[in-house]
Nanobody
Framework: QVQLVESGGGSVQAGGSLRLSCATS????????LGWFRQAPGKERERVAA?????TTIYADSVKGRFIISRDKNTVYLQMNSLKPEDTGMYYC??????????????????WGQGTQVTVSS
């Protein structure tokens, strides 16, 4: 059974940092595309970052230079620096079997965590 469990969310002031973790089980992370999506109230879920089986990373333009996605064994991380109020939202870890690229569409991902809330105040 595949499980993705996020942790590390919280409330911070603008300019602060948070590190999200996603502990996975039931999958071999080296064979999967692993991603972080976020969803703000009233907005669509959007991909923030992804890492593929070759450790190639992809970032949304809005977080480039501030966020870093990485993985280690069965855990994927999202280091978030220089946080802005617009980074506020529910952050979800996701995984799907590597098929040559990491999609930016939520519907292309099979496995999802329960989400962890990130709130950035100004």
């Amino acid at each position: 059974q595949v499980q993705l469990v996020e942790s590390g969310g919280g409330s911070v002031q603008a300019g602060g940092s948070l590190r999200l973790s996603c502990a996975t089980s039931g999958i071999s992370v080296s064979m999967y595309c692993l991603g972080w999506f976020r969803q703000a109230p009233g907005k669509e879920r959007e991909r923030v970052a992804a890492i593929d089986s070759d450790d190639t990373t992809i970032y949304a333009d809005s977080v480039k230079g501030r966020f870093i996605i990485s993985r280690d064994k069965n855990t994927v991380y999202l280091q978030m620096n220089s946080l802005k109020p617009e980074d506020t939202g529910m952050y979800y870890c996701t995984a799907d079997v590597w098929g040559g690229y990491c999609s930016r569409l939520p519907s292309d991902y099979t496995y999802w965590g329960q989400g962890t809330q990130v709130t950035v105040s100004s």
